[in-house]
């Protein structure tokens, strides 16, 4: 066999592993890959921090996020991801959530149970309730009702106390949950569904137990008590920014999009390899293997893959293509001076490098940018873009140029300048 | 058969009507700023506070149809509907300030009902998208900064600047397709603005760096027709990369626009008109730019000890 039969056994040899490889792990690969709201549906809002007392501290983020984080485990979202934004912001992502609206409500509400007497007057906050110590449970006419624990049993038993030595309707204890300066229990009491939760009369003392009684379902009493249990938010939260995307529109963009990124490389393919000949053949293997090492990497930092990061990964197809074509072009023009195919893809190689390199730099040094100033989407782009030209450099340079150069070294190229898509006559010398 | 573009030898002089194509471009440049400055952009509600609800369908809709549904959801109606879908089954509203929870739910629970499929919502507040668009300015403008540097610091300043103004061309060429079509520019928009320019600067370096070598070569330059000739021979040199990179990229591009999901369709489009822009400003626009300010500083080296002995 020699030398010659050695070098292109060794070429399809690791054509062939990397084959089998891509065949064999190609939909674990996809499993893997974290999918973004827009590709599989789901829900995001981005709050903004209104504190009460108008300075917004450390620990009051994070008290929120906490909280956030909480509420987040009773909707049972399997990644969610809550991050904290500029100065007074948080974003939160439940991707694949399928009720939406009840996710909507359980994040927003801020949860801050009041005891109030029938004038509106605070008796007691939220802040005495016990953690954890609510419960959804029944009352003795078998109403669905959630009893509470309170932890300050002195406070609570002083006010009970002095309620019970009223008469009604001044010895109603009216629970509140989110009460705004302005509400009214005279007001809201005429209408048919009041603003706070309940108002029942005290007949006697009472120190630890308490309970919310009204005209609740049992998914109301239930949706109340992890609510309470979840922990209040410290300050308000509005909302500025939410995006829900339903999960067949998500689907069907995937689909979509995926589809068109496959007709538009295999259009690449078609097209390199009708004009570069057997050096496309060669970039028609190295950007398969790119593609599938992308997603490797990609998935390996966790990163999210969303429409625009789909878009990044089909256009970073163009930029490897770019790194292959910059080579080529470039071993043409040496072949075309009159060298040898060897000294005309040693010295190709070499000389498109150093423009490989500065036209890449040029653009991650933008991709960067993106990352750092971009909102989710947009960095789910810079992330994807990023890691395709630090791959290109893998298999568009490094990649082609050794399977190329098993092929040029073996020397059963020598002279056979059709292979490369050059025409005899343009050889200079020949 | 052989498909090739080589024009290397052919004799082509592209620098010859360069005062042309500086007309050209000053003239799309006047163009987009009259109508950026009078009709504007579309903005989507990531830039402008708002709501956008996007339904689907089974079966094929119309714009009053989707209309009625929205009066009947609960008496809403939208400032502007677009259908969308191969057989307009699937249908976008847009209602112009933020739009309050309750409204939301009852929105989403309606067509939940209606069409068995769950819309998608988003609601924006004027604040998030002033600075959203602010942050995407700031964020190319520090990108062409960084740009320059690097350019500046691996070449010469001279092809940093004509760099820049070939990108910021390019990326103000694609705002004002967007102003002329009233396209609608939303947070992937500026991902596609973006990578306009990183293109851009990709394909203006790859012809740069050939300047660059061609220059090397030379002993002397003796005068402007000689400048020329090395920027023209350069540009001819690099002429089949720039026209394989841009068809292949725009393959991917156009499979994506014409074919992807309705929600990438702006972003694919700014990237289609980006690429062929940026093939123009670095073959007709940044190379010529160059040329003219080389000239020029040149003159003004070899002026430099003429002047020094008058006075």
Redo the contacts between chains.
């Keep these: 066999m020699g030398k010659k039969g050695l070098r292109i056994g060794a070429f399809f040899a690791i054509v062939i592993a990397l084959g089998v490889l891509i065949a064999q792990t190609a939909t674990d690969v996809a499993r893997d890959t974290n999918l973004g709201l ?1 590709l599989q ?1 789901g829900f995001e809002v ?1 709050y903004e921090l209104q504190p009460d007392d108008g300075e917004l501290t450390q620990e009051d983020i994070q008290s929120t996020a906490t909280a956030l984080n909480q509420r987040v485990n009773v909707l049972g979202v399997s990644e969610p991801a809550i991050s904290v934004e500029g100065e007074d912001r948080i974003r939160v992502q439940l991707p694949g959530v399928e009720d ?2 009840t996710a ?2 359980t994040l ?1 509400t801020e949860a801050e149970l009041s005891f109030r007497d029938i004038d509106d007057n605070l008796l007691m906050t939220g802040e005495s309730l016990q953690q954890g110590g609510s419960q959804a449970t029944f009352n003795e006419n078998n109403e669905p009702i959630v009893s509470l624990t309170i932890s300050d049993g002195e406070l609570f038993g002083e006010i009970t106390t002095e309620l019970a030595q009223k008469s009604y309707p001044e010895n109603l204890l009216v629970i509140w949950l989110d009460y705004e300066e302005g509400m009214s229990f005279e007001e809201e009491a005429q209408k048919e569904d009041p603003a706070f939760m309940s108002a029942a009369t005290v007949q006697q003392t009472l120190t630890t137990d308490a309970s919310i009684t009204g005209n609740f379902t049992l998914e109301e009493t239930e949706f109340l008590a992890d609510i309470l249990n979840a922990g209040s938010l410290p300050v308000s939260l ?13 689907e ?3 689909q ?2 995926l ?3 496959m ?3 295999a ?2 393919f078609l ?2 390899i ?2 570069y000949r057997f050096m496309g053949i060669i970039a028609a293997i190295t950007l398969s293997v790119y593609i599938y090492l992308v997603m490797i990497f990609f998935n390996a930092i966790q990163g999210v893959l969303t ?2 990061g ?3 990964l ?2 970073g ?3 490897a ?2 790194a292959n ?2 080579t080529y ?1 470039r071993i043409k ?1 040496e072949l075309k001076d009159g060298k040898s195919v060897k000294s005309a893809y040693i010295a190709g190689s070499r000389r498109a490098l ?2 490989i390199i ?6 991650i ?3 960067a ?2 990352f ?4 989710s ?2 960095q789910g ?2 992330v994807m ?1 990023i890691v395709s030209i630090l791959t290109s450099f893998i298999t568009a340079v490094w990649g082609a140029r050794l399977l190329l150069g098993l092929w040029v070294n073996s020397r059963a190229l020598n002279r056979k300048y059709w292979l490369f ?1 050059v ?1 005899g006559r ?1 050889v200079r010398g020949l | 058969m ?3 573009f ?1 024009m ?1 030898n052919k004799n082509i002089d592209l620098i010859k009507h360069r005062k042309k194509y500086f007309g050209l471009s000053i003239i799309i440049v006047l163009i987009g700023a009259i109508l950026l400055s009078t009709v504007g952009l579309n903005l989507g509600i990531d830039f402008e506070s708002g709501t956008r609800v ?1 339904v ?1 369908s089974s079966e094929t809709l119309t714009e009053e149809e989707v209309a009625d549904h929205f009066i009947q959801a609960g008496g809403y109606e939208p400032d502007d509907i677009t259908l969308a879908g191969d057989n307009n089954e ?1 249908a976008s509203a847009r209602f112009i300030g933020a739009m309050p ?1 309750e409204d ?2 009852a929105i ?2 309606y067509f939940i009902d209606e069409f068995g ?9 004027p ?2 998208g002033r600075e ?1 668009a602010q ?2 300015i ?2 190319t403008l ?2 062409a900064f ?2 320059v540097i ?2 500046a610091f ?1 070449f010469e300043f001279l092809y940093g600047v004509a760099a820049v103004v070939a990108l910021l061309y390019d990326a103000f060429f694609v705002l004002t397709m967007f102003s002329i079509f009233q396209l609608e520019v939303n ?2 928009f ?2 596609a603005i ?2 306009v ?3 851009s ?3 203006t ?2 012809t740069f ?2 300047i660059r070598e061609n220059m090397k070569k030379q002993d002397e330059i003796k005068g402007f027709d000689h400048l020329a000739k090395v920027v023209n021979d350069s540009l001819l ?2 002429l ?2 720039s026209i ?2 841009v ?3 725009l ?6 626009w ?7 369709m702006s ?2 489009f700014a ?1 289609v008109i980006g690429l062929i822009a940026g093939t123009y400003s670095s073959l007709f626009l940044a190379a010529q730019l160059w040329l003219v300010m080389k000239h020029r500083s040149l003159e003004r080296q070899k002026n430099k000890p003429v002047e020094a002995e008058e006075y």
């Design positions: 827009d549906g981005l939406q609206q909507r409500e927003g509005e909302e500025v920014y939410s995006n829900a995307v339903g999960a067949s529109l998500g069907q963009a995937l979509q999009t589809f068109a990124g007709i538009g490389v259009l690449i097209y390199m009708g004009y429409l625009p789909i878009a990044a089909i256009l197809v163009g930029m293509v770019d074509i910059l072009e023009e150093g423009t500065d036209a890449n730099i040029t653009t040094i933008a991709a940018v993106m750092y100033f971009g909102t989407a947009v782009f810079a873009l898509g025409k343009d | 052989f498909v090739d080589n290397a996007d689907a699937q929870q939301v739910t989403q629970s499929e769950e819309p998608s919502v988003s609601t924006v507040s604040q998030i959203l942050n995407a700031i964020a520090i990108a960084g740009i690097y350019v691996r947070i992937p500026i991902a973006l990578t320019v990183g293109y600067i990709n394909d370096i790859v760096d050939r040199q690099t089949t990369r394989n990179t068809l292949t990229v393959f991917a591009a156009v499979a994506i014409l074919l992807g999901s309705s929600a990438i972003f694919a990237i």
